[in-house]
C-alpha cells in the first residue's frame, strides 16, 4: 500500500517530519516535493534538520504567478502520480503545492487527505484562502488542527469527512525543542541577550510586496527599545534589495535559519512579533507573547486566550501595543497532543 506525501514549502516540511516518521515503517512512502521553495535554508536544510529522507521526486517548480506556478505543478504531479499509482494522496497546509496536489489526486481518484483542514481567514485576498477552501472541498478526509477549524468545516457541509487530531506542528516542536536546546547555537552566534530581544518574521504579500509598506513596518519598529532578530524570507529580501530600504540600528537581518536554529530562537527571545501562520501557534506552545501584523488570523483561539494581539501598523497605537502586550498567563489545551499517532490511527483504517 503507497501513500504519496506531497510538499513544497518550508512550513510543510515541519509538517511531514513527524508524520512520515510515524508511517514510513508501517507503508510505502513517496515523498513528492513540488520545488516551490527550493534555496538550501528554505528546504533541504529541513529534511536535514527533522530527518525526513529525502524526496524521491522534486518537480522544480520553483518561482513563478499563481496560475503558472499551480498549472506546472499539476501538469508534473500528474506525471508522477499516474506512474506510482498510490492509494491515498496526503497534502499539508495551504499553499499553491497544497492546492495542485489536491486537484491532481481528486481528479485521479486518488482518495486525498488534508492536514490543518478547516483553517478560514474569511479574506479571499489572501491567496491561501482559496487553496484552503478547494483543498477542503476536493480532499476525501479533512484532518482537523482546532475547535475553530471543525465549525467552518460544519458550516460549510464538510464535517462528515472531518477528524479532529489536533496540530501536526506540536509534535513538530515538542520532538525538537531539546534537540534544538543542546545542538544549537544560534543565539550566542548572532550576539543576542537570551530573553533580551524579539524575534520577527514578515513574508505575507500583505505586509511585504509593497515597499512603502513594508519600509513603514521597518521605521515604526526602530522606536522598540530592544534588538529585534529577523531572519528574512526571501520574499521579503527580495522587496527590500530592490528598493534598497532602510534597515533601522535596532534591527539585525538574517537569512533564513533552520528549524532547530528557529525554534531556539523562539524559545529564547522576550516576544515574538510576525505574519506567520505556524509561528503564532509555537509562540502559543512556548508561551511567547505574540504580535501579529495582520488584520485576521486563522489560529484565532490564540487572540481569544490572550497570548496573541493583531496589530496594525497604520495605528498610533503599533508600537505601544507591542512594547506592552502581556499576555493573560492561563493556556488551555488548544492544539492536542501525539498528533501524528492520531493520524497513523485513521491511515490504517482508512488503508
Ligand atoms: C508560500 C505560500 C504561503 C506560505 C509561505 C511559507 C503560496 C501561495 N504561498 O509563500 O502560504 O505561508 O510559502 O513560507 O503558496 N523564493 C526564493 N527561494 C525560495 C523560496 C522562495 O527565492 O527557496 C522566492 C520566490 O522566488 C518568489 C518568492 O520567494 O519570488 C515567493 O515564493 P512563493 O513560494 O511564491 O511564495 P511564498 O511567499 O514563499
Ligand atoms: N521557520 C524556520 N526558519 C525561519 C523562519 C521560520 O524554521 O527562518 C519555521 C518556523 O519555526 C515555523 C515555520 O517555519 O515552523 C513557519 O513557516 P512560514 O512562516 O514560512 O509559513 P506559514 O506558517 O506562515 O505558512
Not at 220 to 227: A, H, P, R, V
Not at 233 to 239: D, E, F, G, M, N
Not at 256 to 282: H, R
Not at 315 to 341: H, M, R, Y
Request: glycine letters at 6%; proline letters at 5%; hydrophobic letters at 40%.
Amino acid at each position: 500500500m503507497k501513500i504519496a506525501l506531497i510538499v513544497g514549502a518550508r512550513p510543510q516540511f515541519i509538517k511531514l517530519g513527524p508524520l512520515s516518521k510515524k508511517i514510513k515503517d508501517h507503508f510505502k512512502v513517496v515523498i513528492v516535493h513540488t520545488g516551490q521553495h527550493f534555496d538550501n535554508n528554505m528546504s533541504d536544510l529541513f529534511f536535514k534538520d527533522l530527518s525526513i529522507p529525502a524526496p524521491h521526486y522534486n518537480l522544480g517548480i520553483n518561482s513563478g504567478l499563481h496560475g503558472e506556478q499551480t498549472g506546472k505543478m499539476l501538469i508534473e504531479l500528474e506525471k508522477v502520480l499516474k506512474s506510482e499509482c498510490p492509494s491515498l494522496g496526503i497534502v499539508f497546509g495551504d499553499t499553491n503545492s497544497t492546492l495542485a496536489g489536491s486537484l491532481v489526486c481528486s481528479k485521479l481518484h486518488i482518495p486525498i487527505i488534508h492536514i490543518e483542514a478547516g483553517l478560514r481567514s474569511f479574506n479571499k485576498e489572501m491567496p491561501e484562502e482559496i487553496n484552503r477552501i478547494v483543498s477542503d472541498h476536493t480532499s476525501d478526509f479533512l484532518f482537523s488542527p482546532t475547535e475553530t477549524a471543525m465549525q467552518n468545516l460544519e458550516r460549510e457541509g464538510l464535517i462528515e469527512k472531518a477528524l479532529l487530531t489536533g496540530d501536526i506542528m506540536v509534535d513538530s516542536l515538542l520532538d525538537n525543542i531539546e534537540r534544538a536546546d543542546q545542538l544549537s547555537n544560534i543565539v550566542e552566534a548572532k550576539g543576542l541577550v537570551p530573553e533580551k530581544y524579539y524575534l520577527m518574521t514578515l513574508h505575507r504579500p500583505y505586509n511585504v510586496d509593497n515597499p512603502v509598506m513594508l519600509s513603514k513596518i521597518l521605521t515604526k519598529l526602530s522606536k522598540i527599545g530592544s534588538q529585534i532578530i529577523f531572519p528574512v524570507h526571501p520574499r521579503t529580501s527580495k522587496v527590500m534589495d530592490d528598493n534598497a530600504l532602510v534597515i533601522p540600528e535596532n534591527i539585525l537581518l538574517s537569512d533564513p535559519v533552520g528549524y532547530l536554529d528557529f525554534i531556539k530562537l523562539e524559545s529564547f527571545s522576550i516576544k515574538i512579533i510576525t505574519d506567520s501562520g505556524g509561528i503564532q501557534k509555537e509562540a502559543y506552545i512556548l508561551r511567547k507573547p505574540c504580535i501579529t501584523i495582520r488584520p485576521e488570523t486563522e489560529w484565532i483561539e490564540t487572540v481569544k486566550e490572550g497570548w496573541n494581539v493583531l496589530v496594525d501598523v497604520g495605528s498610533d497605537d503599533f508600537v505601544n501595543t507591542i512594547e506592552t502586550f502581556k499576555p493573560s498567563q492561563e493556556q488551555n489545551d488548544l492544539f492536542g497532543k501525539n498528533v501524528a499517532q492520531k493520524m497513523f490511527d485513521k491511515i490504517q483504517k482508512i488503508m
